[in-house]
């Protein structure tokens, strides 16, 4: 259950994947590089046996493609046997790292959830339930943990609530993932999020929630809509979909292209959105560019060499048909521009009278501080130019971003539910507009 | 370049990959099982030297995985070393291989490409080219061949053109490929098929063709425009992502659902068809059913348990989206209808008012003995129901396939150029309907 | 060179491999399960750049064989960036580990190796060099450990030399090894031991001795001379062969087979003592048993299963030669009787009129606490029989022992300077015969 | 028992594997480069399922280190399915292989195996039995054979016997191996071997030998005694460890050291005739070159490059032990001369007072045609040099070679028995002697 759980959410991270098995007695670990279904082999998913189990899948950010930093961690402490994985990204990791190293810890990774794993065992307390609470007091930032010991599971979300976390059953059995897609590919019904702010606790004695103080602002990654989770998950209890198309939608009241002969995805992560723009303007849907089956996602590749190799593998604009017509091309973010900039000039190849691209969230100007893996500020194409420059540089009739405003209209909360920091407000979360 | 077009072909069988290379003096080879990207690696192809390649990606049929049946087939014969790769199915294999075993010859496998060279080698002439004319007499059946010395390439296709087969031109150099994926891939551009019935050779002396007579009634695949080859492609001439529209637009025509809320694609290959149905009929497209991009094409794995797996772990559709609507799914073809009625299942637990299925291609009630592999004809659903039958087995609210004679129109032809034995006119071509 | 030192200590330890390099920035690591010749590619040796390195090579007890246990480890502290490897055993490691563990810190592992790093960064002192000291104090049992930072390299050897560690020299660079034959395969001269209490530095600042008091009475392993050591190596100052083919001769002279014909080694542990054991008698030596060479050293299998197996793939006694002769079989060491009664089983089925079994060291009654492998009190045979009782259950015409005090005799020292605590003498030193 | 059976033939080849298993019906076929161990894993043997099989091991000649050269071959042939393996080289392969390709013959491989199918499927007679006769009038050279179908095995060895194939029983299954170390480790019995110019066959109908003339003078390979065969084997009906020690007393006697203080052997192929040596001049025999257990054997490596380092990691002189000694070497041949040198250069190091090199063979002057992989003859050191010419260029005080008369008296035949071309007669067998 958790190898196919972990399936679901490969999209997520596809760099290493681990899984920790507990049996009441002790708690079994494997991690490896790799893809889920190349890291656990029938002969390893044997081997870890138990009746409950935590399990991850990761990205790397640059330099920490090691396997040391793959989690579950899997330690020893005072509260005894723990496993711990979790989503997200401290701010404070280095003033807390070297007050534990002043103490004489030892740190054998660069991962948070060493940190996290520190911060419960400093506790005094041998309860690992109780010693959870002391992450809402000293780790700052994004987290969602799913901590193990050999009979109990825990969950925690920080008080902001950047990082997705959901709550299943199955028959009697309760599940935690950071998307409902695990929930459907093993038949469990999807209950409710896990709250910023709370500790879920499912042990022998039952299903147990502890509820603490919620950050008055709250901090959803809104980027989960735009790009990160599966269309076919419900995030923040919303259907990523549905969210999607509405993001197009508004994109074309704001910034429609009038003489638009078609408008075509760029597939698969831009679909939902050009189908929203091309309902909205009245215009006729097209798959325009061809996305060939047999080469991974490119936006959480390391290395930036394999991302372009990726880039001209993997799309393939048709033959004739954008001959002499006006194309809307709709992606769902740009970061560096270099992707769209290779495929502008696979489209222009075919003949088109115009290209205009419409980009269905506002522009990236800042790094994420809380858990996803964008490119430097000075990467950031947004940070640089303006749409003009961008519309030069990657070769495109026009460029349009989505406003912050409307995306938040699109996603539907009233602006103090959303983290929309890497579009450059400073503060972490709230609207900003030019 | 053969490497990247090979990728370009992955499609079109994900069992196995082989390339042979000529230096002018003699033939490399390296065949292996699995997906180009794993089978060849950066020192096999830095091993692999020369200027002239051919290659080759292979799907099984049953009980023939093996690595002896991988493409191409490198041997020496008295007109030298000849490495050889084929796509098609010869009718007369039984006889043929009787005849040469009889003869005291050695079969090394169960491949028509070692066939083909037994053809070759029989002949008496030291002339490669010369001797590839015994297939027009002595193979019946479908053959697109490309065969080289460690100087030339040449290509032949069969009389009746069963299978693609097109050549391309990147600066000076001549490109063979199945499809033009393969030519927009490594930057080539399309010139036209190999004809029917021609031998196209390209060595120092340049580029010679020897058109040899066309059967009076020809017999392209026209599964290739519904399924097979990839919608970026030109296949037999004409743009297959705009034929498979055709398709869902006549299908609509033939087929309405009147009071139809959504049209939804079984992604990928129903996406174009589906367009086309929702266009014509005036009703929203709609990605009802997600893919995941972490499994492969299931059509062509070669065992039932995988392919079920494999449909669990793919498609999984929308949360909330479909409830209370009426639903349309477009798929392509309809086989065993195993999966048609898994995905059925699951869209049916989104609360859909009516499900109604809609295929963009005729009843397949026969088996191929052209080189697809279908299955076996008591194995095919629409060999034993009536669109009545299948709804009821599916769970669909109603099924209703496209017409042979609305398929040729769609295509563009006039029945007298497309294989449909498939649809059960018995002939191996022309127009069947009920 | 250190990977070829690894290779020269293979036999020290099949199960996994590790290295850490320090460039003089940061320390890099790679570790796995597996041969040194596989755990290290070339692309893992190119990556593992830097001026100084520790390696390791490890045989598991029984429930550790996991990665994460392999060695160097890796960590920061307040000390810095550390790398640790150690050979050997301590006997206080719950005591240690339930203190640490009462403190809040974590455990990753199993291995001393962490609780070494632990006892380290409990220090104070930022100086690594100063923080060793701290193994004096509170670590008991066998250690003898390499330590590095990014810019130098420590090697540290308990007060009562339980495990050999030498120091070497090649060029300017200063090598430590278990073993002399890693100095001798990458050209090193072998200078001396690192003493009983020692502690050396090299760095920057040259090479540094720190010595701290001994225990009065030494430690060393005699079993390295007996068994674990490689023939060509030199162990606390004395030539491991000529110590083995020492005890052959004492064997000889306590336990004598008069009508013998000829002296059989089990190969290869046995060879030297079986060619002094025939030396001495002036009976010819033979080879009896021939060793194939595509088998590991069983004895450090982790598995009870595969050892049965690697005795029988790995053992064939000469046809014809041994019918009707009095066969005197030499082996290093008797530990669960069971390779022996395979052996002999094999031997008789040739046909010799006698057998008699000779065991260059005394009986072992007890489990090693320092650092080797030996099974259980109760799985060791000499703990439930006497010799006629072993000759009995091997199938040995008689079997005999050699005497401890044989043992000291012949390896040299006065009984203060081995440990002989297998033998039984339950103080982890000394001399003991029945 | 096959697969144990090649395990312990892994010696004579270690370049690839395979092995065809026979159920009454079909033949079923694996193979692939590598050591016995890594080409079959559990899964294959349990998929090669049968009650008779034949299984092969391959050491590469320059070149030829392809998968398609792997034995054994399996085809379909007018007899019905065979596979085939062979050992020995045949020495009219071009002539035969260019009359086949005239014929219009196609070969896949450069293997002989593929050369001795053609010539049985060009026989009319529908019986594999029948049709292998063919054999002792076409093929030239050296084949030891075993061939299969569906129901049966036959075994077939050349008229001169070059090559070693023996008959063993194990309960009522009958076993051919070419040396009798496979029938040890199986627990078969020794029965005889399969006679020059012998078919044997053995099908539903029992055990059938038919017997066609021998040719009068013999060929067996006397290398199989000095180098080739594993000491515990019986080959040409001759213990060979006892014929190598009686080569080594032989070479005493021809060779003396007067003032000799130990022999030793280069391991592990000298070790025989070491011991003869040393028992045959009094002085003691020690071990004085350790090797490693982690590098396999260096002679049938395909590469020079490899080869130079296997040398460095496998031996080690003894320390201190060699100091001031008269060491005699004893080796079992010298090729290339290159191997010697870096052995002796290692032993100078150790400060003995002089080394001389014996070798229990007559030098190679002349490449093998008769499948043994010696180097071309300008590589071999004793066609371009004397003795003293050699000990110069080895290092040596002196070189001395057995004389071919005293290989023959040693081995114990008349000099009509074994092939000594690779000696420089030129007849391909004979004594010569300068």
Redo the contacts between chains.
């Keep these: 259950m958790t190898y196919?759980g972990l399936?679901?959410l490969?999209?997520r991270g596809q760099e290493s994947a681990g899984m920790a098995v507990g049996d009441g007695n002790g708690i079994n670990?494997y991690r490896h590089m790799g893809?889920?279904?190349d890291v656990f082999t029938e002969e390893h998913l044997r081997a870890l046996k138990g009746y409950l189990a935590i399990g991850h899948v990761r990205y790397s950010t640059t330099g920490s493609s090691r396997?040391?930093n793959v989690q579950p961690?899997?330690?020893?402490?005072?509260q005894g046997a723990i496993a711990l994985a979790h989503n997200g990204n401290l701010t404070n990791t280095r003033a807390l790292?070297e007050e534990f190293?002043?103490r004489?810890?030892?740190?054998?990774s660069s991962s948070d959830s060493?940190l996290l794993?520190?911060l419960v065992?400093?506790?005094e307390t041998l309860n690992l339930e109780d010693a959870l609470q002391v992450l809402f007091d000293k780790a700052e930032g994004a987290y969602s943990v799913v901590a193990m010991t050999p009979k109990g599971i825990a969950a925690v979300r920080d008080p902001k609530g950047y990082r997705p976390l959901v709550i299943g059953k199955l028959d009697d059995a309760w599940v935690f993932a950071s998307e409902?897609?695990s929930l459907?590919?093993i038949g469990a019904t999807?209950e409710r999020e896990v709250e910023p702010g709370e500790i879920v606790v499912v042990d022998y004695n039952g299903f147990r929630s502890h509820r603490f103080p919620q950050s008055p602002r709250l901090a959803r990654c809104v980027f989960e809509f735009i790009y990160f989770a599966?269309?076919?998950?419900?995030v923040f209890g919303k259907?990523v979909?549905?969210v999607r198309k509405r993001l197009g939608r508004q994109l074309a009241i704001e910034s429609p292209v009038q003489d638009a002969d078609i408008v075509i995805p760029v597939p698969?992560s831009g679909?939902?959105a050009a189908?929203g723009y091309a309902?909205q303007m009245g215009v006729?849907?097209?798959?325009g560019l061809?996305?060939?089956?047999?080469v991974?996602?490119t936006f959480i590749e390391p290395e930036q060499r394999i991302r372009n190799f990726g880039v001209?593998?993997k799309l393939?604009?048709?033959?004739?048909?954008l001959k002499d017509k006006v194309v809307v091309v709709v992606d769902d973010s740009l970061v560096r521009g270099t992707t769209s900039k290779k495929i502008i000039q696979m489209l222009r190849a075919r003949g088109p009278k115009a290209i205009h691209l419409r980009v269905s969230s506002p522009p990236v100007t800042e790094s994420c501080h809380y858990g996803i893996d964008t490119p430097r500020r000075e990467e950031l194409i947004a940070s640089r130019m303006d749409e003009e420059g961008i519309a030069s540089f990657v070769g495109a009739d026009s460029v349009r971003y989505l406003s912050v405003r409307g995306l938040i209209e699109a996603v539907g909360g009233d602006g103090t539910q959303y983290c929309t920091s890497c579009f450059g407000n400073g503060s972490g979360h709230g609207i900003t507009d030019a």
Tied chains: 1, 2, 3, 4.
């Design positions: 196919l399936h679901a490969q999209h670990v893809l889920v279904s396997l040391v961690f899997s330690v020893r402490s005072r790292t190293l002043g004489g810890r030892l740190f054998h060493e794993l520190h065992a400093a506790q409902t897609t459907d590919l999807y599966r269309p076919d998950s419900i259907p979909y549905e698969d679909v939902a189908i309902q006729p849907f097209d798959m061809i996305r060939s089956h047999y991974g996602r001209k593998l393939n604009p048709l033959p004739y048909y």
